[in-house]
């Protein structure tokens, strides 16, 4: 067994709270009765993306500023800029476009080409291919078994305003499947578009909202105007199909096929990995490993093929926290692992890897040596042991540095310095791990002789230090991440 084939995974069963965040597994009240202690392992995909869900002390731009210098916003802007009516402008834009409908109730103008085929012509291949696959195995596929994400803007004759823009209420592009409920105009806009196209649509009363409108917004008997960028879409899977199911349709599935389904997953997340997309390869395996625990199962036989199918996807899971550096999710799916197969080399050697990294040395070296036991002549074991053994001494040598530069001018005498040394440097680490961006220390809750020694060590952990004092004396000590 190679060392590169040790690794792990993340996310399943999840609890919210009040923040809005998210667990990723239960907790064991019996560990806290216990004193054993419990982790808590937040799912990172309820933390704000600053990339993508700026908030409101952090955005440069609000979304109107944002839209407005869209191409949304500026492509085809000219066509409009008339002095006439907005029933002439309607009428000026209708003669640059192009039909989509046979009575011409759609017409469209490309503003911005697409790249690769239109969603109509991407639903006719997948058909042809799946007619190529014996009868059984073939799944009826439409243009509703297809996910878009999409920007648009929205107006109606004789207003000059739009009446709804996508991008005054998110930035980020709105997610829908084609047999969501669309109005038939916009779905048939949509079908005629291809990936990152940008497209200026007028759509009459016949494919939207008809003789009545739609009150308050929409006129009775009003024309749209659509302008449409389709960011992206893609082929739903069976998985998905499956994830929308009612809990009763679910009990109907068997687990054979969830299991086969699953496996399909696993091995796209697979090639994802081997690509080196280790998110994109995480995200999949949790989406099969979510499915799988929830099976309904009916006898033995399908405990065992849902144990066996979970435990592959709980190490591949392991391996990509590994690659992704969240240890703490590496520790989850590996014991999910071990729970299945107490003895199974992967996830020992991934678990101990995840523990040296956590810097519990002990712990770390403890499960490499089972693995050692049950693999005596592993390589990469008989590595990580030295790896854990190295990385201690390591640390050590660092922390006494540390202790010395933090008590070098301090009055302790050696019997108070060494627990106050690890509770101070105890306290700075933490703070490095944790999400919090900044530390307030306070004089009444630490000496000054504590303060003036986080200070010390606090700037050579690269932290930024912002002492608060008044004529000489400490009144608190900020310590911000840079």
Known sequence: MEQGDYACSDDDNTISNDLGLRLRSGIDLGDLRDGKGVEFNIDEETLPKPDTQPDETCSYFEHGEVYKNSELHTLGEDDSSDEESDQVSFERLRQRMTPITKDEGVVKRILRPGMG??????????????????????RPLSEEDIQVAYHYSASQEGESEPYDVTYLRDQRPQKAFLNDEFFPGFKLALCSMKEKEVADFLISPEYAFGKLG???????????????????????????TYAKMSREEKRSVPVSKLVKLCSRQRENANKLYENGDFKGANHLYGKAIRILEDANLQDDKDEEDQRRSLLKLYLNRSICALKLSRWDQAITFCNKALDIEPRNAKALYRKAKAKMEFGDFAE????????HKVYPND???GKLLADIDSREAREKKREKLLCQKMFGNTEYTKAERSPFSKELLQILRQFKESVLQELKLTATTYTAAELDALCHVAASMQLTVLPNKERNEWISLRLRKD
């Open 214 to 240: 739609c009150a308050p917004r929409i006129k009775p008997n009003a024309t749209l105007r659509y302008k449409i960028e389709l960011v992206k879409y893609w082929a739903t899977t069976e998985l998905d």
């Open 117 to 138: 085929p239109a969603i109509e012509d991407f639903v006719k291949a997948l058909q042809e291919k799946e007619m190529e696959k014996p009868e059984k195995e073939r």
């Open 364 to 371: 770390s070296k403890r499960i490499a040596q089972m693995a």
């Open 379 to 381: 390589q990469g074991i």
